[in-house]
């Protein structure tokens, strides 16, 4: 369940899938998701989500709408009984959909008919999961360009890379990698990401620890830290509990208690 917190707890309350696009679709989107629950008789559950740099296109009755990068802490209040359809796009992904940088929609909820149009909502969300699936496949691909732009392919291949290697803590080893300036490097996240380079690195990081410590039975703070680009254990100990509403020993403990 990938950015999906106390995953243990979650696997208990809803039913988390996600089929893959089209393969033309590849260069585009990451994979749709589908959750479902039915807490009926239940009280309400809520699921805190550690957000990756993409832009999610999210389906529910009364609420269908273009995500565009969450930058703080996200959650999600999940009652009675539902789905939520979605897609992942990669990063730097939605650019060819949207008629404007991806930077205008960071952190910002935008109806899925002011992007698509007033038809596709109520197409997804009378269609079953299968059906959902190939309404997607055929509505994006007809909007696909059928190559990305090398802005595209060099954008995606540098938050690959932040997220790949865990020795990359500053912008500065992305544009000697790629060789590219830093600038440039800022003019392109804007434009097909949504975010800075510099919070990329730092979000990656980020999942890199909750990753660790999720699995992990006893984990060095300090030198986990230091691995990761924080000034010191402190700082890393802030971060993770801003986003993840736990300090990292707490959320370890609550890994043990699911």
Known sequence: MPAILNP??????FDFRAPAAAPGLSPYVEHYWIVSWDLRGQEPYEQRVLPYPAVNVTFKPGRCRVAGV??????????????????????GGFRPFLSAPVATITGRYVPVATVFGDDLAARILG????????????????????????????T???????????????????????AVSVRHLQRLFAEYVGVSPKWVIRRARLHEASDRIQAG???DLGAL???????????????????????PASYRKAQDQN
Do not use: N, W
């Open 217 to 219: 039975t006893s984990v």
């Open 70 to 91: 969450i930058t703080g802490p996200f959650h999600e209040v999940l009652e009675g009984a539902g789905r939520v359809f979605g897609v992942r796009f990669r990063p």
């Open 156 to 178: 995606a291949a540098v938050v690959a890379r932040a997220a790949e290697d865990t020795g990359i803590t500053r912008v500065d080893d992305l544009a000697r990698e790629f």
């Open 127 to 154: 269609a079953d999961d299968r059906d959902a699936v190939r309404e997607m496949d055929a509505f994006l691909s007809a909007r696909a360009p059928g190559q990305p732009s090398p802005a595209a392919e060099l």
């Open 8 to 13: 243990g707890r979650g696997r208990r309350k």
């Open 225 to 247: 830290a230091a691995e990761l680009g924080y000034s010191d254990q402190a700082h890393l100990t802030r971060d993770f509990t801003s986003m993840v509403g736990l300090p």
